[in-house]
C-alpha cells in the first residue's frame, strides 16, 4: 500500500516537473495549485511507461502474496502431516515401551523357567545318585534268608551272581525253602533246564533250582532241613549239616549232606555223590532209565531212590503204580507216598 501511493505521488511529482521541461517554475507552479489533477488525465503514456514497471512489480508483488497463501496452505497442510507423523510417532514409541514391557516379562519368565529348569536338573541328579545308591545296594543284599524277619518271598544276593527271590521261613530264623510239595498242583515230570532253573511258584509248590542250590551251598556251608508228613498227618524231620550241591559241570552232584540227625531216618545217605538225572539227562546208575521208569521226578538217582521228594503226588498217600511217590524208606515203605514234603537250607553260622 505504501508502495502504491508513494508511486501515484512520485508519478504526480514527474507529471509536474518532467511533462513541461522547458517552462518556467516559478509560472508552472501556481497551475498546480488552480487545476485539480487525477490520474486519468494528468499521467500521460510517460507516466504509465514509468509507472508500469511499478504495477506489473506490485502485482507480481500480490501474485507472491496469493502465492505465499498457496505456501502458507501447502505448510499448513504440511504441519497438519506433521503433526499427525508425530501423532504416529507417540503411538510407535507406546507400542515400543509395550514391547520392550514384554521382553521384559519374557525375560523375567525365561530366567524363571531357567531357575526351574536348574532345580529339576537338581532333582534329576539327586534321584540319579539315589538310583546309584540302590544298585550299589543290591550288592549289599543278603546272601541267604534274614533272621528274625516275618515269612516271606526275600531277595538275595551271592557273589558272582545276579541277586534272586528266595522264600523264606524265619520264624525259626533264617530258612530257604528250596522245594515244596503239599498239593499235587505242580508238575515234577521236567527237563534239565527246568530243574536247572527251578520252576513253580513259591506260594504254590516249587523247586528253587539246581543252579540257584549249588550258588548257595558254594557261598557258605549250609545245613539241610527235611520235613515230612504222612496221609495220616504224621510227621518226621531229617537234619543234614553240611549239604553242597555241585555245579552244573559236575551235573549238579550232590557233593556232601553232613552229618544226619531227626526222626525220618537217613534214607537221602542213599543219593550221597550220585549225580542229578533229568527225563533228558541221564547220569542214574540203574540198569534202566530210573527217571522214565518212574514217574519222570528229576533227583539224584541211584538205582533209583530210597529219599525221594520230586515223585508223582499221590493224594490218597499210597503210591498205586511203578510212578513213584513221594518216599522216605526208611521212615514209610516203597507203598507210601507222603503228602507233604519241605526242603529247607540255611547257613551253618545262623545255627544256634
Ligand atoms: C541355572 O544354572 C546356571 C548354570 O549352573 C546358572 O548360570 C544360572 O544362574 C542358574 N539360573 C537360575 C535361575 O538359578
Ligand atoms: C493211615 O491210616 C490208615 C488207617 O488207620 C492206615 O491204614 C494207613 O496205613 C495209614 N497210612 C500211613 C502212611 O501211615
Ligand atoms: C514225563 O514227561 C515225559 C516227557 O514229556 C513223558 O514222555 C512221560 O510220559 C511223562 N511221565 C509221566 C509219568 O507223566
Ligand atoms: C507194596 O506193594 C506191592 C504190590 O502192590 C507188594 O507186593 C509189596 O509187598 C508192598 N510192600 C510193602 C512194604 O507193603
Known amino acids: ?6 508511486a501515484i505521488a512520485l508519478c504526480i511529482l514527474l507529471q509536474g516537473t518532467l511533462s513541461h521541461p522547458s517552462d518556467n517554475q516559478d509560472k508552472e507552479l501556481p497551475r498546480i495549485a488552480e487545476e485539480p489533477l487525477t490520474i486519468g488525465n494528468q499521467c500521460n503514456g510517460y507516466c504509465f511507461s514509468v509507472l508500469k514497471p511499478i504495477l506489473d512489480h506490485f502485482v507480481s508483488l500480490k501474485e507472491g502474496a496469493d502465492a505465499s497463501s498457496e505456501f502458507r ?3 499448513h497442510s504440511l504441519e497438519e ?46 534321584i540319579s545318585d539315589q538310583l546309584r545308591a540302590c544298585k550299589q545296594t543290591e550288592e549289599n543284599l543278603p546272601n541267604t534268608c534274614p533272621s528274625g524277619s516275618p515269612n516271606g518271598i526275600y531277595q538275595i544276593k551271592l557273589r558272582g551272581s545276579p541277586a534272586f527271590k528266595v522264600p523264606c521261613v524265619s520264624a525259626a530264623s533264617g530258612w530257604t525253602v528250596v522245594l515244596s510239595r503239599f498239593d499235587g498242583s505242580e508238575n515234577f515230570n521236567r527237563t ?43 510227621t518226621a524231620i531229617a537234619n543234614y549239616d553240611d549239604f553242597i550241591v555241585g555245579s552244573e559241570q559236575e ?11 531227626g526222626t525220618a531216618g537217613d534214607s537221602l545217605r542213599y543219593h550221597l555223590d550220585k ?19 518212574h514217574g519222570g521226578g528229576g533227583w539224584w538217582y541211584g538205582a533209583c531212590a530210597q529219599g525221594f521228594l520230586t515223585g508223582k503226588y499221590y493224594k490218597d498217600g499210597r503210591r498205586l503204580s511203578k510212578d513213584y511217590g513221594i518216599i522216605w524208606v526208611d521212615w514209610r515203605n516203597f ?17 544256634v
Not at 504254590?204 to 498227618?233: A, C, W
Not at 551235573?251 to 540227625?261: Q, R
Not at 549225580?275 to 521208569?293: A, Y
Request: hydrophobic share 30%.
Open 192 to 234: 534239565w533246564r527246568d530243574y536247572r532253573n527251578g520252576f513253580g511258584d513259591f506260594s504254590g509248590e516249587f523247586f528253587i533250582g539246581l543252579e540257584k542250590l549249588h550258588l548257595m551251598t558254594r557261598s557258605q556251608h549250609h545245613e539241610l532241613y527235611i520235613q515230612l508228613r504222612d496221609v495220616n498227618g504224621s
Open 335 to 351: 507203598n507210601v507216598s507222603l503228602t507233604f514234603a519241605q526242603m529247607m537250607i540255611r547257613p551253618q553260622t545262623i545255627r
Open 1 to 6: 500500500m505504501f508502495q502504491l501511493s508513494s
Open 73 to 75: 496452505d501447502k505448510i
Open 251 to 261: 551235573e549238579y552232584k550232590l557233593k556232601s549232606l553232613g552229618k544226619y540227625s
Open 275 to 293: 549225580k542229578f538225572t533229568t527225563t533228558d539227562r541221564d547220569n542214574d546208575l540203574g540198569d534202566g532209565h530210573c527217571v522214565s521208569n
Open 81 to 126: 502431516t506433521v503433526k499427525h507423523l508425530q501423532g504416529q510417532l507417540e503411538n510407535t514409541k507406546t507400542q515400543l515401551k509395550d514391547n520392550e514391557n514384554l521382553i521384559k516379562e519374557k525375560d523375567e519368565r525365561i530366567n524363571d523357567l531357567q531357575g526351574q529348569l536348574n532345580s529339576t536338573t537338581a532333582r534329576f541328579t539327586e
